[in-house]
């Protein structure tokens, strides 16, 4: 089992940037498939991006370009650079762990409670 927290949101205008952290508590970190994503206000949460644990990243066409993911396993920490951020990016943003796939899709079994990002002028 894993435990994860996230920290980094706040306010910030249009055009700036932001670092999300995800910390996990629980062993074996490395061989988990990591994930974040976003519940904007009256919207369905959905996927920002992806990263295997094999590696493979998958991000979704509208942060393409501008959302980056990454590791640091020795941290047990997982990241979401986001640039240029626009106020549609403004959200609840969640990071989410699994180690398991059911025919191929990954299944997020493990989730952390949220971070707010606003993107305001």
């Known amino acids: 089992q894993v435990q994860l927290l996230e920290s980094g949101g706040g306010l910030v205008q249009p055009g700036d940037s932001l670092t999300l952290s995800c910390r996990a508590s629980?062993?074996?970190?490395?061989?988990?498939?990591l994930g974040w994503f976003r519940r904007a206000p009256g919207k369905q949460r959905e996927l920002v991006t992806f990263?295997?644990?094999?590696?493979?990243?998958n991000t979704a066409g509208s942060v393409k370009g501008r959302f980056t993911i990454w590791r640091d396993d020795a941290k047990n920490t997982a990241y979401l650079q986001m640039t240029a951020l626009k106020p549609e990016d403004t959200a609840v943003y969640f990071c989410?762990?699994?180690?398991?796939?059911?025919?191929?899709?990954?299944?997020?079994?493990?989730w952390g409670q949220g971070t707010q990002v606003t993107v305001s002028a």
């Open positions: 990263l295997s644990y094999e590696g493979t990243i």
């Open positions: 989410a762990a699994s180690r398991r796939r059911v025919e191929g899709v990954v299944q997020w079994d493990y």
């Open positions: 629980g062993e074996y970190f490395e061989l988990y498939h």
